[in-house]
């Protein structure tokens, strides 16, 4: 592994005095960046971080911009996952009813909505299918792996945990993950705090004693809010802000070796 330099990683959010009196210091210099020193997991963001979960949905909405919709991915997707994926999340509405929804208030008429079902749904499953993981994920969970520290697994989306589970398996990295959490399988929604509480439960540990690592903004909402400390990978744009940006993935293992060298020399 190359050593950290300075470049790699970049101080984001600046605590208040009563939150830094309360919290672990994250802060990157010239000499690095020194972690809590109480950490005692790590908690992944699976969907488009350890893996393109996105691709159904880039498929998508190129149908619905050839259909004469104006719009792009992003900004799509994030109206998806903000105001239609809870309801479905949390057992209040299945999954093609909202999404039926989401089209009718963009104003596509029912003839169309129905148009794009019959288009969408058999290609959904096999687009899932195809995941892989993105590069340098297994290389860093193998390394995290041999730091013995647990590793969780958490997805935003209606599937049960199991589901997520066969997933990883079928692309190889389950053997690295200690838990899993599926938004579905407990009824709520990011960036519901009880997501991350009982994603914290299952790797016996509290959130305050857990490292988020994701993109997405409403998981990095999520993760803040219930008092883990957040490192966001890939430099979305639309992260919000996480306490930690991190430009290279093989980094992340660096950080937690410095930790638990502090941890061990204090």
Not at 106 to 125: C, D, H, I, K, Y
Not at 149 to 160: E, F, R, Y
Not at 226 to 253: E, H
Request: overall charge neutral; charged content about 20%.
């Amino acid at each position: 592994m190359e050593p950290l330099q300075a470049t790699s990683v970049t101080r984001i959010r600046q605590d208040s005095p009563e939150q830094a009196s309360s919290k672990p210091c994250w802060f990157a210099t010239q000499e690095g960046v020194e972690l809590p020193l109480d950490v005692d997991g790590v908690l992944l963001d699976i969907d488009d971080f350890v893996y393109d979960s996105s691709t159904d949905w880039r498929w998508l909405v190129q149908l619905l911009c050839r259909m004469g919709l104006q719009t792009h991915f992003v900004p799509f997707y994030a109206i998806w996952q903000r105001d239609y994926l809870p309801c479905v999340n949390r057992g209040q509405e299945d999954y093609w009813g909202a999404f039926s929804r989401l089209l009718k208030d963009v104003g596509m008429s029912r003839a169309a909505v129905e148009e794009v079902r019959v288009a969408w749904q058999p290609r959904r499953l096999p687009f899932v299918n195809c995941s892989r993981p993105l590069p340098g994920v297994a290389a860093m969970l193998a390394r995290l792996s041999k730091l013995q520290l647990p590793v969780g697994a958490i997805s935003n989306t209606p599937g049960p945990a199991e589901v997520l589970r066969q997933r990883l398996r079928a692309i190889h990295l389950e053997r690295w993950v200690s838990s899993v959490t599926t938004a579905g399988s407990i009824r709520c929604s990011a960036p519901d705090r009880y997501l991350y509480e009982h994603a914290a439960q299952q790797l016996a540990s509290h959130p305050t004693r857990l490292v988020f690592v994701g993109h997405n903004w409403l998981e990095i909402t999520g993760a803040a809010d219930s008092g883990m400390r957040t490192i966001c990978c890939w430099n979305d744009p639309n992260s919000g802000q996480a306490d930690i940006y991190l430009q290279r993935l093989d980094v992340l293992p660096e950080l937690i070796v410095r930790g638990q060298v502090s941890r061990l020399a204090g």
